[in-house]
Each structure stands twice: as C-alpha cells, then as structure tokens.
C-alpha cells in the first residue's frame, strides 16, 4: 500500500532538497570478504513485500558472484527518503534506493542519481510497460526502475450482490453504476451492510479525476519541456463530480465514513472482510490478500468513471528504484547487473505473485505462471488490463510536483470536511489554496519563476 505522508515531513525534506544537505559519514565498504561487490539497496518494504524481495536478492545473489547486494530496510518512505537527502552527495549514499513515486521531483532535485537509459541497455529499458514507464519518465530519459507499481480498483462482494439478487458490476462502472447498487445492498439488508465507502486518501483523489482526464497541475502535469507547475488544480469540474458522488451516497444512506490514515484503511477492509462493507476502492495491491481471505465471492473492477465522462484512465501509483551516481565504477555496474536481473520478466513475474504489485515488464504477462494464475482468479488480471487500456496522455503520466504530499494532505481535509457536510465548492478551494501557497513557496525558495 502506498503510506499517507505528512505534512511536517515533506517541509522538512523540501527544506533539506532546497539547501542541499549532504553530510558524510564512514565510507561504505565496496567489497566484502570473499572480493564479490557489496552493492547496498535501501528499500521500504515491510511484511510479505519484504519477504518476496528478500527470495529476489537471494536468487541474484547466488545466479553469480560478483556482486554481493544487501538489502536494508530504512523504514517507510517518509523515513527512507530524509536518510537519503542526508546522505546523496556523500560516500555513505547507498547503491540503489526505493522511493515513493511522489517523491520523484524531490529525487531529481538531489542531482545524486543516474538516469536508467544511462545505465541500462536499451533492450531492458525496452522491455518496461510503456503505462509504467511513463510516471518516471523525465527529459525523456528513464530516471528510475518501476518496482513496485499499483493502481487502486473497485472491490466488492459479490457473492452477497448475487445471494440478494442483484446485478454485479461491469468491469467499466459508472458512478451511477456503483450508487445504484451500495443503495440496493444498504436497502435490501436493512443496514446490516453498509452499500459504500470512499476513504479519504489523496491518492484516490488524484487517481478518480486523472479517470476523468482532469490534469491536477498546470503545464501539462509539470512535465511540459522547459517548465515546471506552478499551480494546482483541486476546485475542478472534475473534483466536484467526484465530491457529489460521495455526497450522493451520503444523502442515499448507503456510505460509511472511515476518515482517513492507516487506520481507516484496516478498518474498511476488516469491514469488508466480516461483510460490513459492500464496495470500496484500494491498491490493486491488496487483491491476492483480499482473494485468500474473504469467504465469499469477490468482485474486482476498474475504478468508476463519472457519467457522460469517458474513461480516460489512470496514473501509476507505488515506488520506484533509483540508482545513486556517486558509486565507484564496480558499483554501478554490479547496479546495473542487479537491476537487469529485477528487471527481467521471470523476476517481475516471481514478484506479482508473491505481492500483489504489477509486474512491469510487458513479457511476464505472458509466462505460464502468470497465465495460469489469471486463468483461474480472472480478478488477478484486472489492474494490469486497466493500466493496459488507459489513455497515454499528460494526466496519466501522473504529476511532476515536489509538493505533492502536501497536496494529499489537504485534499484529505477536504474531503473529510466534504463527508461531514461542509460545502464541495468552498472546501476544494481551501484545500486548492493552501496547496497553490506552498508550491509558490517552494518555487521561490528554490528560486523558479514562471
């Protein structure tokens, strides 16, 4: 799952990318005892992610012996990424780091890392989803590795829809769609089961007006040649459609608030889980967790699409591996080895069955393994064909922001005020606001004129 990040934190990272702190610590040992490479890759998976990845650089580790990489875990993103603004100019920078995808611009910004296209061959490069590859996608070079990569999808029970004798969903919903029926399940099981929820999470801010081809920010995204945003769009048509979805379930009974935060994120899904719940929307990540644990049948489409609004798609939401440039040249090239090696479709195809996360190389689709999963749990495929048909446009190249964790933030606030029966209008344009307020600051602080 992707971690909320707050407020404090991202002015604190900002504050240590703008004046660039880079404090150097004891030299990290290149070579370990037995003269393989030590190649030192700090990550921020927990749980069965962590496992999974661990089984990867096991594998790699003993396909050869000239590099040896290691593994440590450096806490959640908010926690990794301070550690590695301290440390990117200096000897003690790790090899390879994981970083949120928001965290893009901020990464950039360091000057500290080596474009893939610089370190990898074209026939890897090559073999990366283009929907994927797009979000990290910058000056048109790769900048960093997709890893793990996910989009959110609709959940819902339907094994309970068809036990009350409704229609499921189509694989393409519609907000009306999916009102209809959390109205129907509300109604027909007296309340025992609650129709819907939206959480209030930045993330499904951003993915459910990108499906209604809202850019977020001005200058196509901050993406366009030679520019950068210099505002954010939060008070749109496209947000307040969304916002009267909500609100439309609200009014029809059928919609439980769980806020927002980690918390709400368990709860919706226990919920779910004991048959509280009957819809939500979460990380594409969570299907195979959700598949082995619910005791009823369960129903996975895309996320809806506003009525009269064509689908247009979605952006790429996860973490990526980026590759320091401050390493001897044994370093990166045992980089460049491991990464291939992460890269390649057996090792993509290894880490979607084991998490959950897409599988970024457009080959593993087509291995046994993943055929055979998808044969018998069509629910497995239903991310990858959502990304697969979304449109290839600024919107779903997915913002090129450096606040953009602020931004989440208040788009949040604005939503639990919305869900509480503050005004749509007047709530998106606080948030909208106080976003446009903090990117000046940071465009001025880093000294950025329009």
């Known amino acids: 799952m992707m971690k909320k990040v707050t407020t404090i934190t991202i002015v604190c990272l900002t504050i240590l990318a703008v004046i660039g702190i880079g404090i150097t610590h004891g030299k990290t040992p290149t070579a370990s005892a037995n003269q393989r490479t030590t190649i030192v890759f700090w990550h921020?998976?927990?749980?069965?992610?962590?496992?999974?990845?661990?089984?990867?650089?096991?594998?790699?580790?003993?396909?050869?012996?000239?590099?040896?990489?290691?593994?440590?875990?450096?806490g959640a993103y908010t926690e990794s990424l301070p550690k590695y603004l301290n440390v990117?100019?200096?000897?003690?920078?790790?090899a390879i780091v994981q970083a949120q995808e928001i965290?893009?611009?901020?990464?950039?910004?360091?000057?500290?890392?080596?474009?893939?296209?610089?370190?990898?061959?074209?026939?890897?490069?090559?073999?990366?989803?283009?929907?994927?590859?797009?979000?990290?996608?910058?000056?048109?070079?790769?900048?960093?590795m997709p890893f793990n990569s996910s989009t959110p999808v609709l959940y819902y029970n339907k094994g309970l829809v068809e036990q009350l004798g409704l229609t499921p969903l189509p694989q393409d919903p519609s907000y009306t769609d999916v009102l209809n029926l959390a109205k129907a399940i509300t109604d027909k099981t007296g309340g025992q089961t609650k129709g819907m929820t939206i959480e209030a999470y930045g993330w499904l801010f951003e993915e459910l007006t990108a499906n209604q081809?809202?850019?977020?920010?001005?200058?196509?995204?901050?993406?366009?040649?030679?520019?950068?945003?210099?505002?954010?769009?939060?008070?749109?048509?496209a947000a307040k459609r969304l916002m009267q979805f909500m609100t439309q379930a609200i009014q029809d009974k059928s919609f439980v608030n769980y806020g927002s935060g980690d918390i709400a994120e368990a709860n919706q899904q226990t919920a779910f889980l004991a048959g509280k719940l009957g819809i939500f929307m979460q990380s594409s990540a969570s299907t195979g967790d959700l598949q082995a644990n619910a005791k009823f049948k369960l129903g996975v489409t895309y996320v809806p699409h506003a009525d009269g609004v064509p689908r247009n798609g979605l952006a790429l939401g996860g973490a990526a591996l980026w590759a320091n440039k401050n390493q001897p040249a044994t370093v990166k090239q045992g980089t460049a080895d491991f990464l291939k090696f992460m890269a390649s479709a057996e090792s993509q195809a290894q880490w979607r069955l084991a998490t959950g996360y897409l599988a970024m190389n457009k080959h593993a689709k087509d291995l046994p393994q993943i055929t055979?999963?998808?044969?018998?749990?069509?629910?497995?495929?239903?991310?990858?064909?959502?990304?697969?048909t979304s449109q290839k446009n600024p919107v779903t190249a997915?913002?090129?922001?450096?606040?953009?964790?602020?931004?989440r933030t208040n788009m949040e606030t604005a939503m639990q005020s919305i869900a509480n029966g503050a005004p749509i209008d007047k709530s998106l344009q606080v948030a909208e606001d106080a976003t446009n307020q903090a990117l000046a600051a940071y465009n001025a602080a880093n000294h950025l004129k329009k």
């Open 44 to 74: 921020s998976m927990g749980g069965k992610p962590a496992a999974a990845l661990k089984q990867l650089v096991a594998k790699y580790n003993a396909s050869q012996s000239k590099y040896t990489v290691v593994p440590e875990y450096q």
């Open 88 to 94: 990117a100019q200096s000897s003690a920078a790790p």
């Open 103 to 144: 965290a893009t611009s901020t990464m950039l910004a360091t000057k500290s890392t080596l474009p893939m296209n610089q370190l990898l061959t074209a026939q890897t490069t090559d073999q990366i989803e283009d929907n994927i590859a797009r979000y990290y996608t910058v000056n048109q070079q790769l900048q960093a």
């Open 213 to 237: 081809n809202q850019l977020l920010a001005n200058h196509d995204n901050g993406r366009a040649a030679g520019q950068y945003a210099t505002k954010i769009n939060l008070n749109t048509p």
């Open 372 to 388: 055979t999963a998808v044969a018998k749990d069509p629910n497995l495929g239903v991310a990858t064909q959502q990304l697969a």
């Open 398 to 407: 997915g913002p090129l922001v450096p606040i953009m964790p602020i931004a």
